[in-house]
């Protein structure tokens, strides 16, 4: 009796074991190991999430054959930089051999001059520090300026060449001789419609166009610049050229 009263609970293994531990069953396995060892799985889990992240990123990252910078004192509108992009394109080459041309267009809200307003101080600070990375790097060639923005610019860093790629002396620049109005740019000037806009409500439109039509497309100086001891830069300036050519005298 007081045998069966210890193992009324107990099953038939128990019975019968002499003293002797069943083997767990798979289930039973995979309890224990996760028991002492899911902190140490879930370790392995998030290192190779990160992995695997790290090189989706690598392999899925679009590396644009061309950047071309837009200076202005007002925001620049997203819709036209996208639609710039996808329509530049057309007269780019596949510089990287990915099988497509992708243009990107790096805006940079700028406001120049101790009087002028700054509508959004964050953005400008970013931009600031984009820009001058850009000037750097040699990441665009060919910009879009407001007037404003070319004067300004010209006059405190001399960053633009003449149209024919020559550096003008300094005191001596001729705005007619670095810059091409955009309305004379063609096709560049005829690239963005009003029917490209059609998502943007009437006012939009046209602040746009009209923003568009205030614009001017220059080079800036790679000529005497560090950029041209790099043979890749040198091959990536001439491409530009090429470009630039195609957009504003339909070369």
Do not use: C
Not at 59 to 82: C, M, N, R, W
Not at 96 to 110: A, C, F, H, Q, T
Not at 112 to 130: I, R
Request: charged share 25%; aromatic share 10%.
């Amino acid at each position: 009796m007081a045998r069966d009263r210890y193992l009324w609970n107990a099953g038939d293994d128990s019975i019968h074991s002499n003293g002797e531990t069943a083997p767990l069953s798979a289930k039973g396995k995979w309890k224990n190991f996760w028991y002492y060892h899911k902190f140490h799985l879930l370790i392995v889990l998030v290192l190779v999430a990160l992995v695997a992240g790290f090189v989706y990123e690598l392999t899925t990252k679009v590396e644009p054959d061309y950047q071309i910078g837009i200076l202005t004192e007002t925001k620049f509108s997203d819709d036209a930089a996208s639609i710039l992009e996808k329509k530049i394109a057309q007269y780019g080459e596949d510089r990287n051999g990915d099988g497509r041309v992708v243009v990107r267009v790096n805006s940079y809200l700028i406001v120049m001059g101790e009087n002028k307003p700054v509508s959004d101080p964050n953005l400008q600070m970013a931009s600031v520090a984009k820009f001058l990375s850009d000037l750097e790097m040699g990441d665009s060639i060919l910009f879009l300026t407001d007037s404003a923005s070319f004067e300004s610019h010209q006059k405190t860093r001399q960053m633009f060449s003449n149209l024919n790629g020559t550096v003008p002396k300094h005191g001596e620049e001729k705005e007619a001789d670095m810059r091409v109005p955009w309305k004379n740019a063609k096709p560049l000037s005829s690239l963005i419609t009003e029917d490209d806009l059609r998502n943007l409500d009437v006012d939009s439109r046209k602040a746009v166009l009209q923003q568009l039509d205030g614009l001017g497309v220059s080079m800036r100086v790679f000529k005497g610049t560090p950029l041209e001891q790099n043979p890749e830069k040198t091959s990536y300036y001439e491409q530009n050229r090429v470009l630039f050519n195609r957009l504003v005298y339909g070369k």
